[in-house]
């Protein structure tokens, strides 16, 4: 099974825990960290996150979540047939788990990932782009495919 994955950047980390907790008929997130909150709903089946990570308010990025190698192979596929950058991750820490994954971009500049999650982590990771200067608590592990948009 695919899951639709959003992921969300916020000001304020409680508001918005309380915002979506509400608007998900009162589900508490799956995971909560002092930084992170993710939700793994299945009405609507989507696992939806939101994170106080340094980087600007409003939708980091969008993803699709596999269950199984087989269904990541597939979305690997769909993304190399889009014809656009794509940079492959095996074993990487981001938002508390463990996963493989993929990014790419759409012709909007919008970073697209698919990931298979193999174990939670009790860390939240760190940048994909391990040449930047800023420490791993200040920039999300997502900030590398961000950074694909603009060619770096």
């Not at 299945?42 to 269950?67: C, Y």
């Not at 990541?72 to 990487?92: C, H, K, S």
């Not at 174990?119 to 420490?135: H, N």
Request: aromatic content about 8%.
């Amino acid at each position: 099974m695919k899951r639709m994955h959003v992921h969300v950047a916020v000001e304020d980390l409680e508001a918005s825990t309380r915002f979506y907790t509400a608007m998900f008929g009162g589900i508490e997130p799956t995971v909560s960290r002092q930084d992170y909150r993710k939700w793994e709903l299945v009405d609507p089946t989507v696992n939806f996150a939101i994170s106080q990570r340094g980087v600007k308010p409003g939708v980091d990025h969008l993803g699709i979540q596999v269950e199984t190698d087989a269904e990541l192979a597939e979305m690997r596929e769909r993304f190399a047939r889009a014809e656009l950058p794509v940079a492959n991750q095996t074993t990487t820490t981001c938002c508390y788990a463990k996963s493989d994954k993929t990014w790419t971009v759409d012709p909007q500049g919008v970073a697209w990932e698919t990931f298979r999650t193999l174990e939670q982590t009790p860390v939240y990771g760190e940048s994909r782009d391990r040449t930047r200067e800023a420490s791993s608590s200040q920039v999300a592990c997502c900030a590398g495919a961000i950074n694909m948009r603009s060619g770096a």
